[in-house]
């Protein structure tokens, strides 16, 4: 049974315009699918590969692709909003931790801490994005963004109750170590939103959208101190009194 019968009376399933035999498309004679460059197709490849071609050739946005670009958007903006809230944390930590501090150090993290805190996500996402990424390939680009996201997910939710657990262990060691991890799901977010949405784009909006999605980030980074104000303003009282 073919998967693509609306092509069936034409001896190609996926022909570009520059197409030659070395270019490796795939083609469909009556004896078997194959690919111009000897190797032998399956079906699902085959399937996977008209898919594609159709989304290329489609000039309209459709309803997966608006699926696939609202998650995407909305992924990054989490992740903007994970990367950039931390410089407000740092302030509200110094008046949490370091009320007491005397002089010029009074409610303000040592740099030490701050620096530390601060660049643990950027430390993660260098590893999220060549381990994570990489698995991408070899298991599956859904599979593995699912993953990085339930990652970021999670260790956002971890960073909030961050505290002194351990002896030896403060409450920045325990912040670094959650962000680290949360860097690793932002890692893996990057590249394969990137290639998620090229896939599943056409040809003719698929810059246009692409940006769009990047354009989350902004919205992300001016989302982190709309919340830091909000939550300030609900709890001046209290702050206030202490």
Known sequence: MSLVPEIEARPWVLQAPSATPESGFIFKDDESVKTTNGMDGDES????????????????????????????GVAFLNDAY???????????????YYNDAKGADQNTVPKKW???????????????????????????????????????????????FSSSMVKGFNVFIVLFIWRVLLGIGIG??????ATIVSEYCS??????????????QGFGNVLAPIVSIIVTACFMSKIDAD
């Open 114 to 160: 701050d620096t530390l805190i601060k660049i643990a996500v950027q430390i993660g996402c260098l590893l999220g994005q060549l381990v994570l990424g990489r698995l991408g390939d070899k298991v599956g680009r859904t599979t593995i963004y699912s993953a990085s996201l339930m990652i970021a997910i999670i260790t956002t939710i971890a960073s909030a």
């Open 188 to 193: 893996g977010d990057y590249p394969l939103t």
């Open 203 to 216: 040809t003719a909006n698929r810059g246009k959208l692409m940006a769009g999605v990047f354009a989350w």
């Open 45 to 72: 490849f085959l399937q996977r590969q008209y898919e594609l071609a159709q989304l290329d050739q489609s000039q309209r946005v459709n309803w997966e692709m608006i699926k696939k670009l609202t998650v995407c």
């Open 82 to 96: 994970d990367m950039f809230a931390i410089n407000i944390v740092a302030m509200i930590l110094g008046f949490v």
